[in-house]
């Protein structure tokens, strides 16, 4: 294998470390990268894999000490629990490693601003796991915000319905959890599985092509019909620095899977972007659509990115800002609504599928289309179950939680 190129060491085997996988598989296909070494720290999981990849020329490590003590790659990938983002990028960063770390970067706003410390102190660039930014549709609608096609973003409704079952919860030790022993979590729709859109909303809403908006404030609602710590359903409103309001709505309790949607009112036209789509209905009665371009999977192109990144200084397009936004909105979400609130039994039942027992909240569908439809929150459409929450402010936030 040729010398330029770019060597990359995935922490894990199994789970979201396939993903990272299937990007440096990507990366090697186009003879720009190589999969130098892996970590695992399962192995009587992993017993033939192992020994395939040795037998290709792949280390294969025990545990993340040890892959960087040994160096010799020049990316670290961290496919990893959430409260484990930011030590692993920070003790990859300070061994001389750049970094794809998965989403969301933190779960606190004090972690996120540590690792960009050191970024910036190293050099290292490193890279947060937001796949759709890298897509067509999103960054096809910046450009048309910037531009002027589309004008000045006034709000932005983002819903989904995306059930989860216990298997979903029983996964790994954090799923579920605000915290695990003293490290904060703060698992979610909106700080996991969903994230993605929420900073998708923040990205288009943000002043320049490049970056996100930051929130000034956050009302939320933060529910659980689960017997989790963490929430499993959020109906959130934020108004973000550059003055776009931002309503959320989510639930992994719904009956059906729908969305993600995203809803976006510009001063000339309105945008309805789903998966691989978006149509433009501009003002003066013309209509546009954008396509995703699928001959490359967006969950490789950060991995490209980071080739471009190492060989010709091109820019990170999902940044630890970027990124950064989305934990801020979370931490600020987290001090309105105060504790998570439980929906009553009485509301909730489980559905059997195929053996996976899902809870269901009794018109959980219908509430989050209607609450991203009205842009209100569950207490304001009259849910009896619901517990209305104050604004909290978040200039100058720096640290989860106040106080």
């Known amino acids: 294998m040729s010398d330029d190129r770019v060597k990359f060491a995935v922490v894990g085997l199994g789970g979201f470390a396939k993903s990272h996988l299937a990007g440096v598989a990507s990366v090697e296909e186009a003879g720009i990268g190589e999969l130098d ?53 920070i003790a990859s960063a300070e061994a001389g490693f750049h970094v794809i770390v998965e989403k969301p970067l933190a779960a606190v706003v004090q972690d996120a601003d540590r690792l960009i410390e050191v970024r910036d102190r190293t050099g290292k660039a490193v890279i947060v796991g937001y796949q759709f930014l890298y897509s067509d549709t ?88 689960r017997d989790i710590e963490s929430l499993d359903t959020a109906s959130v409103r934020a108004t973000t620095e550059s003055g776009v309001t931002v309503h959320i709505a989510m639930s992994h309790v719904t009956e059906n899977r729908f969305g993600p949607y995203i809803v976006m009112q510009c001063e000339k036209g309105t945008v309805s972007w789903e998966i691989g789509s978006a149509r433009i209905e501009y003002g003066d009665g013309a209509e546009e659509t ?55 039994d009485a509301f909730v039942r489980t559905v059997n599928k195929e053996g996976n027992p899902f809870r269901v909240v009794d018109g959980m569908d219908d509430l989050i289309r209607r609450g991203a439809e009205e842009g209100k929150l569950f207490s304001e459409m009259g849910v009896t179950w619901a517990v ?16």
């Not at 020329?57 to 990893?80: C, H, K, N, W, Y």
């Not at 979903?168 to 954090?174: E, H």
Request: aromatic share 6%; proline share 4%.
């Open 37 to 89: 070494a892996v970590v695992c720290i399962d192995p009587e999981n992993h017993v033939e894999t192992r020994v395939e990849l040795r037998s290709q020329g792949v280390r294969v490590f025990d545990d993340v000490d040890s892959l960087l003590e040994a160096g010799g790659m020049d990316v670290v990938t961290l496919p990893i629990g959430i409260h484990d983002h930011v030590p692993l990028s």
């Open 388 to 403: 209305a929450s104050e604004e909290f402010l978040t200039t100058g936030y720096d640290s989860f939680p106040r106080g």
């Open 138 to 225: 999103i960054q096809g609608l910046k450009d048309r915000v910037m531009d002027g096609r589309l004008g000045r973003v006034v709000s932005i409704r983002v819903s989904a319905g995306w059930p989860r079952g216990d298997a979903y919860y029983a996964r790994n030790g954090w799923a579920g959890r605000l915290k695990r022993g003293e490290d904060w979590v703060l698992d979610s729709p909106i700080n996991n599985a969903l994230s993605h859109q929420v900073t998708n909303a923040l990205f288009l809403a943000g002043r320049t092509l490049d970056t996100a908006s930051s929130v000034s404030s956050v009302q939320a609602e933060l529910y659980r019909a």
């Open 290 to 344: 954008i396509e995703d371009d699928t001959k490359t999977e967006l969950r490789v192109r950060s991995f490209h990115n980071m080739v471009a990144a190492i060989h010709a200084d091109a820019p990170v397009v999902s940044t630890l800002e970027i990124a950064r936004a989305q934990t801020l909105c979370i931490n600020g979400a987290h001090e309105s609504c105060g504790d998570v609130r439980t929906i009553p």
